[in-house]
């Protein structure tokens, strides 16, 4: 199979399983496992955070940042396709009782600007209106077909916000691939953010884990929140060893993951009834839209599926995302299989 569906696909590789293999362990929740605590140590060092906390999914870290920064009756604003609105089942009113007030990007590309979020905040209203207590950006946007926030867009929110006592949690689930993109250090992104999830499972490759990030008061409670919510890990150094080689190595050849999606979308825009915007794929997820096809996403994913590769259809689009276990070769194949479109 060709998996496209996601870059969570991804399979450890040998040097992982090596490490996992031979990690040195011990029980994490007594902050005793050498192998999480450095994986912590590297993560906040490349961020240029004071500390970090290993987290088993991004949704846990995004959703222990919403809880730390918010008291329940707050608002929270994010991008209107952004993860923590869509897809994460409501936890931000389930665990912090707060609700989302959504903001579209005018331009499509995921990244708001500082005019977009302002007439949507709440604050120094009446008491009776619902006070906005987060700003929650994403980079890269998955749902925007992985489009990029650069340092300074990203730096600009920070700074308006800061100075209106708010603050601006960074979903950096997938923000080597934003730091490859844009030839820009992981912590020159997220610089002026006050907390920062990152996903070592996506295109990094690691099986499994996330890191949160944030100030030594925060991330001591978010280890609070995590124990609480049933993130607790024991001799979780196994994961961490992964984690450490996906940190380490994975960054330096996500640039192959892009060059494979430029490939996608440029093969996928020849095909009649496809419409895609080439210059929006700057990293590994492409969209496309099926609408002049005269097909239903699900007739066409489940005849890419019969003939062996394996994509997801969001409304009148399809999502596909390369990642280290494709090759160019089966980027082509993909688009040639395609062509029953034609
Ligand atoms: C942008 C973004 N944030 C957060 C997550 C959540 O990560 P996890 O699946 O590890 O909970 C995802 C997962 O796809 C994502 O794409």
Not at 107 to 121: C, I, K, N, Q
Not at 162 to 179: Q, W, Y
Not at 331 to 338: G, Q, Y
């Amino acid at each position: 199979m060709i998996d496209l569906r996601s870059d969570t696909v991804t399979k450890p590789t040998p040097q992982m399983r090596q490490a996992m293999a031979n990690a040195e362990v011990g029980d994490d929740v007594y902050g005793e496992d050498p192998t999480v605590n450095l994986l912590q140590e590297r993560a906040a060092e490349l961020f240029d955070k004071e500390a970090a906390l290993f987290v088993p999914t991004g949704s846990m870290g995004n959703q222990i940042a919403v809880k730390l920064h918010t008291k329940p009756g707050q608002e929270i604003i994010i991008e209107e396709r952004g993860h923590i609105f869509n897809f994460e089942m409501g936890t931000p009113s389930v665990v912090s009782g707060v609700m989302i007030r959504p903001v579209r990007s005018m331009d499509g590309s995921g990244m708001l600007t500082w005019d977009e979020v302002a007439p949507a905040l709440h604050i120094d209203q009446p008491y009776y209106a619902c006070p906005t207590g987060l700003i929650c950006l994403e980079n890269t946007h998955n749902f925007a077909g992985g489009s990029v926030m650069s340092a300074d867009h990203c730096a600009e929110i920070c700074e308006i916000a800061h100075k209106l006592g708010l603050p601006v949690h960074m979903d950096g689930a997938r923000i080597f691939n934003a730091s490859v993109a844009l030839n820009t250090s992981v912590a020159e992104l997220t610089k002026y953010c006050d907390s920062v999830q990152f996903c070592l499972s996506k295109g990094l490759g690691a099986p499994a884990g996330s890191m949160l990030l944030g100030s030594k008061d925060f991330i001591e409670e978010a280890r609070v929140w995590r124990k609480r919510l049933g993130g607790g890990m024991r001799q979780v150094g196994i994961l961490a060893a992964a984690g450490l080689i996906a940190l380490e190595e994975s960054p330096k050849n996500l640039h192959i993951d892009h060059e494979n999606a430029k490939r996608l979308a440029q093969g996928v825009s020849n095909i009649p009834g496809i419409s895609i915007d080439l210059e929006k794929v700057v990293t590994n997820i492409v969209i496309f839209d099926i609408s002049g096809t005269g097909m239903e996403t699900n007739a066409i994913c489940a005849k890419l599926k019969a003939q062996g590769v394996l994509a997801i259809g969001f409304g009148k689009t399809i999502r596909m995302v390369t990642h280290c276990d494709v090759t160019g070769a089966e980027i082509d194949k993909t688009v040639e299989l395609l062509s029953f479109l034609k």
